[in-house]
């Protein structure tokens, strides 16, 4: 008995076999969704319900319609009195034709820049900040009389104060 006992101790136990093969399978599967769902991510896959040709047209133009205004010259709110703004801009509308709505009220806009424009101080409207508060200010007034958004965005073609 000693004999039997001395030769189990000297033959390791056999290792299982198909251990190790499953770790790489799991390991490969693991990776293979990871790098799947990265590119899925990614944009490689197109993803989402294709568009069918009469919706592709659908879509609303990147660019609306280009309004250029009349130039405007006013005194800025200054203590001084001194100061004048010449400004000059467009209007770009979310639809690639101008609304008739903003056509036949363009007097009624022109004297909302003008009121907008007297109020403002020159330290106001000196920085890219204040001129982006400035066009902000403006597209909030042409929609809000508008009484819907047709106003997209507007650009200052001349900007100047003397």
């Given amino acids: 008995m000693a004999e039997e006992e001395a030769q189990a101790e000297a033959t390791p136990a056999a290792p ?29 896959f197109k993803h ?10 659908a879509e609303k133009p990147l660019v609306g319609a280009l309004l250029p205004l009349d130039p405007f010259i006013a005194n800025l709110a ?40 007297t109020s403002k101080l020159f330290s106001e409207i000196r920085t890219p900040q204040g001129k982006a508060v400035l066009r902000d200010e403006i597209i909030n007034r042409m929609n809000r009389t508008l009484g819907k958004d047709l106003v997209k965005a507007v650009y200052f073609t001349e900007f100047i104060v003397q």
């Fill in 78 to 117: 200054d203590e001084d009195g001194k100061r004048y703004l010449k400004a000059t801009l467009q209007v770009e509308f979310f639809t690639p034709k101008v609304p008739d709505e903003f056509g036949a009220r363009i007097p009624q806009m022109r004297d909302l820049m003008l009121t907008l424009f």
């Fill in 48 to 57: 989402g319900v294709p568009l069918e040709p009469n919706e592709a047209k």
């Fill in 16 to 44: 299982k076999k198909g251990g190790g093969k499953l770790l790489i399978i799991i390991g490969a599967v693991v990776l293979l969704a990871g790098g799947g769902a990265g590119a899925w991510y990614m944009g490689l």
